[in-house]
């Protein structure tokens, strides 16, 4: 039986809000070079490659979108590095940001995140990563994941 495969690295938090909201969406637009294996009911295998919370995000919108998944992970337990992870997601205008009256702004966390990068970050996915930040953590605590205690991570002045 020959699958699709979706290949999503784990490359830390930024890898993570992508896969959750500029990877998964892609999965709709991409023109396959030749048509999609099917299974048993017509539906797309897809192979999701690392159980990190990129992995599991990619899996878990693949299978709302009618995929029969299988996630492979290299370790014990699923959950990667985010698993890992003691500081949560950045993130601006959260729900727990205005509930707290952060004064944190979307300009205020697209400088903090250029100036950590000391000129390496790609500006355009800076700009994507701080756009949907939002979005993405709403999305992780609509599967219970709780990220509502605040904190100032390194390079970022507000929290």
Not at 65 to 72: K, Q, T, Y
């Amino acid at each position: 039986m020959q699958s699709s495969i979706l290949w999503v690295g784990v490359l830390g938090i930024l890898s993570a809000l992508l896969a959750a909201l500029v990877v998964v969406p892609l999965l709709d637009q991409r023109q396959p070079t030749a048509a999609p294996a099917k299974v048993d009911g017509g539906v797309p295998t897809v192979v999701v490659v690392g159980g990190g919370l990129a992995g599991m995000t990619a899996a878990l919108e693949a299978e709302r979108n009618g995929a029969i998944v299988v996630l492979l992970e290299k370790e014990r337990n699923t959950g990667g590095n985010s698993a890992k992870a003691s500081s949560g997601i950045n993130g601006v205008h959260t729900k727990a940001q205005l509930e707290a009256g952060s004064p944190d702004t979307y300009d205020a966390f697209l400088a903090d995140t250029l100036e950590s990068g000391h000129g390496l970050c790609n500006t355009e996915l800076a700009k994507q990563l701080v756009n949907s930040s939002t979005e993405a953590i709403d999305y992780l605590s609509g599967f219970d994941v709780d990220l509502t205690s605040l904190s100032q991570c390194g390079g970022h002045k507000v929290h």
